[in-house]
Antibody, heavy 115, light 111 residues
Framework: QVQLVESGGGLVKPGGSLRLSCEAS????????MSWSRQAPGQGLEWISY????????YYADSVRGRFTISRDNAKNLVYLQMNSLRAEDTAVYYC????????WGQGTLVTVSS | DVVVTQTPLSLSVTPGQPASISCKSS???????????LFWYLQKPGQSPQLLIY???SRFSGVPDRFSGSGSGTDFTLKISRVEAEDVGVYYCMQGIHLPYTFGQGTKLEI
């Protein structure tokens, strides 16, 4: 069955960096676009980025463009989200998902940006 | 960005009764291929979201047939024919045609 497992979340100071990873299994990873969404505490969902099958096409929401970088390693079935210049408003649970329009979601990893 | 607006924001339903959630987008979600790129998700308490409906009205794998999606253009509806206790949670619609894709605010369904 499809499984997506995020890791790499934690507490980071404003201005700091963090790299999230998402390991996929149960499907042919290279056949699918992948995306990241996030959910601030007690808030709704925000779609933030996607990558095509081989990183040829990438898109970012304005809220993270220039600070976050999505990438993937098809040999390792991994998708990453490099987050730089983090702000308090980036505090959220970050979900990776299969598809630019998500169909399967991981369990999420919490990122807390606080001094 | 396309604005997606859901109503109501909360809903209390008796088991066995129907429920309906409305979703409106600020732009048409009709693709040139004839499909309407509107998705419905359910986030059960303490869980990650799960896909219920894609392309306006197609049920995702394993989704019970009491869930149905309908609408056109900019106005959409999710209907649950007979609510069950396991249906509690927050329902989100998402438009998947205009980047960045955007979610509605969510509708909390309680029993």
């Amino acid at each position: 069955q499809v499984q997506l497992v995020e890791s790499g979340g934690g507490l980071v100071k404003p201005g700091g960096s963090l790299r999230l990873s998402c390991e996929a299994s149960g499907f042919t990873f290279s056949d699918h676009q992948m995306s990241w969404s996030r959910q601030a505490p007690g808030q709704g969902l925000e779609w933030i980025s996607y990558t095509s099958y081989s990183d040829n096409t990438i898109y970012y929401a304005d809220s993270v463009r220039g600070r976050f970088t999505i990438s993937r390693d098809n040999a390792k079935n991994l998708v990453y989200l490099q987050m730089n210049s983090l702000r308090a408003e980036d505090t959220a649970v970050y979900y990776c998902a299969r598809g630019a329009r998500p169909n399967y979601w991981g369990q999420g990893t919490l990122v807390t940006v606080s001094s | 960005d396309v604005v997606v607006t859901q109503t109501p924001l909360s809903l209390s339903v008796t088991p066995g009764q129907p429920a309906s959630i409305s979703c409106k987008s600020s732009q048409s979600l009709l693709h040139s291929d004839g499909k309407t790129s509107l998705f419905w998700y359910l986030q059960k308490p303490g869980q990650s979201p799960q896909l219920l409906i894609y392309d306006l009205s197609s049920r995702f794998s394993g989704v019970p047939d009491r869930f149905s999606g309908s609408g056109s253009g900019t106005d959409f509806t999710l209907k649950i024919s007979r609510v069950e206790a396991e249906d509690v949670g927050v329902y989100y619609c998402m438009q998947g045609i205009h980047l960045p894709y955007t979610f509605g605010q969510g509708t909390k369904l309680e029993i």
